[in-house]
């Protein structure tokens, strides 16, 4: 597709990293569910092995489905290029592996994901790895938290649970200047509504599983590098980046900034990570996640436009104390959020019954288009109550603390008409106000 | 490695990708040079291949690209000079010279300057003139990555180039413009992509330079390229007597069909 300008996101997200089959002439992209490929000759198998051809060996470490899966997220994010693995989870696992070990240190937003929390404040210290939390505001504190063996920097483009805007080009700066990257977990946001390359950081992860699938059929996670982490001259300044700077034994001695001087991380990461892990993506996982990707911005769009008819009924809503999107203007990130995500603010929010756990319940337990899971960023509209659910154990100070009330709802808004989702809330709130 | 090179009257420090392996000067030499705004990371796989396989490989970063100090040089003339420099300190006597697009031009004069040290040549993705339009060089004076996405989209002629390079996964875009962007952006003080392309854009000599050299050449170009269309090889090639591969990809020729280019290299290469 040769032309006088590169193509747009739309195109790339159908065409990136596809063509036509070469053996089969097959338009869409195969699902190729094998675990291995046949070498051409002894010796074509000892280059590959070698890394003096490219191509692939066993799915665990590549796979052409996969490969096209990756190739399409790092064109949509303006990346250099991508590992597709087995959730989001072992995306942000790789991405901290690949660089830090026993003795490393992580800064983190405070206003993470469950599971991101989990990892980093309850797991990797027992591997050696401690995270400093940090609220994604607090720009001092960012600075602040940074200690000589801090490998990442690393919050959500829109955290949890009250959607708080991270300020992608000054966590950036600030861990520039330490030599740091910047790693974003992007999963709220998309490549449709913030390109978080373009504001500065260097790494990004998605779990797949949410909007770039779209369908609620399939876990998985994609790791992309920028390409734009210069790890010699951050390694020169702090010697904090051997991995990719020094020879690796584990590899022929490679010296993978040397191999790849836009693509050592990913070249570490597929190296080791994925070869030693082993938290890849099943292909036919790949392909699923594919067909999700290629109607991305037309979902993005309708998932953002019905969004915000839902916000603006329930922000006008005699049951509704407090709704969190960043598009209102009583969101502190407000306009954070105008500068940053001019498309929208994605189609995740939390809002505020008036009442109790129990009138919660009663909400969620009215709904009949809502589903009530533990998920978010599906074709379907989603609802949970956390106080109910995923932080049932904590009591009601302990959840204002989380940012949490006891009838706080999060919703994941779907891609059904706004007016039937509206009329489902409506009854909602009907059957949660008559408790009282 | 790192080498102290002698160049116009300065000593300065060159880095040279070797291939994965120790350089041993003893063995047959091939070196391969990088286009404008890249770097020896345009090599890699080949430079593997050649270092695994009975050859000392010479990957440099030219001055003032990647890891290389100094200046970058104006002139293909300078940069001739300069690799031949290059290869004293290597200790090296005779090489195979293969370069893409800028660097086609250099490996061209070099083996014309110096015929006795050229025991092949290879051009990869060459054209002369290489003349460069009016339009992007005033356009990258205003905003050089401007100028660089330019280039990009002349550069690759598919979306979805397989296996990839330097291995799945890679966006070949996203990953060229990442490198042209870092290349250019470690220039403080010059204006890198101007110096690359105007270094291609005033080369005059390739002709008379063909006629100097004394060793069998090879072309190799991209049947889609629009960067350095294969038709403007064909007078160059002629003038070398040179035997003239076409592959299936654009001017992104060794990340869009590395086998094929390594396969062209071996041909023109390894049987000598």
Not at chain 1, 46 to 54: C, D, G, H, K, P
Not at chain 2, 113 to 139: I, N, Q
Request: net charge negative; charged share 20%; hydrophobic share 45%.
């Amino acid at each position: 597709m040769p032309g006088s300008a590169n193509p747009g996101f739309d195109t790339l997200a159908v065409h990136a990293g596809a063509a036509p089959d070469p053996a089969t002439g097959a338009r869409a992209v195969p699902i190729h569910l094998t675990t291995s490929f046949v070498f051409e000759s002894s010796e074509h198998a000892a280059s590959l092995f070698n890394m003096e051809r490219s191509g692939h060996v066993y799915s665990r470490i590549s796979n052409p489905t996969n490969a096209v899966l990756e190739e399409r997220v790092a064109a949509l994010e303006g990346g250099s290029g991508a590992i597709a693995t087995a959730s989001g989870q072992a995306a942000l696992h790789l991405a901290i592996a690949t660089i830090a070990g026993a003795g490393s240190h992580v800064v983190a937003s405070s206003a993470l994901y469950g599971g991101s929390h989990n990892l980093l404040a309850y797991t990797l210290p027992r591997f050696g790895i401690e995270t400093t939390f940090v609220r994604p505001g607090d720009l001092d504190g960012w600075r602040a938290a940074i200690r000589p063996e801090t490998k990442l920097v690393f919050g959500e483009t829109l955290g949890n649970p009250g959607l708080d805007v991270l300020d992608v080009a000054t966590v950036a700066e600030i861990a520039h200047e330490h030599h740091l990257p910047l790693l974003v977990d992007s999963t709220f946001t998309t490549p449709w509504l913030l390109r978080p390359f373009e504001h500065g950081a260097d790494l990004l992860y998605h779990s797949a599983t949410k909007f770039l699938s779209g369908h609620g059929t399939v876990i998985g996670g994609v790791l992309v590098d920028s390409g734009n982490f210069d790890w010699d001259r951050a390694n020169a300044a702090s010697g904090r980046f051997l991995e990719l700077t020094a020879p690796y034994e584990g590899f022929h001695g490679m010296v993978f900034s040397e191999e790849s001087t836009v693509g050592a991380f990913l070249l570490r990461a597929r190296r080791e990570g994925l070869r030693d892990f082993g938290a890849s993506m099943n292909p036919l996982a790949a392909w699923l996640v594919l067909q999700g990707l290629e109607t991305l911005p037309l979902r993005m769009a309708r998932h953002v436009e019905t969004t915000r008819k839902v916000v603006a009924f329930l922000a006008g809503h005699a049951m509704v104390d407090r709704v969190a999107y960043p598009e209102l203007e009583t969101h502190p990130d407000h306009a954070l959020a105008k500068r940053l995500l001019p498309r929208g603010c994605g189609a995740v929010f939390s809002f505020d019954l008036k009442g109790s756990r129990e009138h919660g319940r009663a909400f969620i337990e009215a709904l009949t288009i809502f589903s009530h899971l533990a998920n978010v960023g599906d074709c379907r509209s989603l609802v949970i109550h956390p106080a109910s659910t995923t932080h049932f154990r904590m009591d009601d100070a302990a959840l204002a603390r989380a940012g949490i009330g006891p009838a706080t709802v999060r919703l994941s808004i779907g891609l059904e008409d706004a007016d039937d989702l509206i009329d489902d809330l409506k009854r909602a709130l009907k059957a949660a106000a008559a408790l009282r | 490695m790192k080498l102290a090179v002698r160049s116009a009257g300065d000593v300065r420090d060159a880095y040279a990708y070797t291939g994965g392996k120790a350089f041993d000067a003893r063995l047959p030499c091939v070196v391969l040079l990088h286009g404008a705004l890249h770097d020896h990371s345009s090599w890699t796989l080949a430079a593997r291949w050649f270092a695994h396989h009975g050859h000392a490989v010479l990957a440099p970063d030219l001055p003032g690209h990647g890891r290389s100090d100094g200046a970058p040089l104006a002139s293909v003339e300078a940069l001739a000079d300069w690799l031949l420099a290059l290869l004293d300190a290597a200790g090296v006597a005779t090489a195979a010279l293969a370069g893409h697009s800028m660097g086609s031009l250099v490996a061209l004069e070099t083996a014309a300057r110096a015929p006795a040290r050229a025991d092949r040549l290879v051009l990869v993705g060459t054209a002369f003139p290489m003349k460069v339009s009016p339009a992007l060089l005033e356009a990258a004076r205003d905003d050089a990555h401007a100028a660089i996405d330019s280039v990009l989209a002349y550069s690759h002629a598919t979306l979805a180039a397989k296996p990839s390079y330097p291995g799945p996964g890679t966006w070949l875009h996203g990953s060229d413009r990442a490198l042209m962007r870092r290349t250019h952006d470690g220039q403080r003080n010059t204006n890198l992509f101007l110096t690359d392309f105007q270094v291609c854009d005033r080369y005059a000599g390739a002709i008379a330079a063909a006629a100097r050299v004394t060793c069998p050449a090879t072309v190799v170009v991209g049947a889609r390229d629009q960067m350095t269309f294969a038709s403007q090889a064909v007078e160059l090639a002629d003038a070398l007597g040179a035997r003239t591969v076409t592959l299936p990809c654009g001017h992104a020729l060794m990340s869009e069909a590395p086998d094929q280019v390594l396969a062209a290299l071996r041909e023109a290469i390894v049987v000598r």
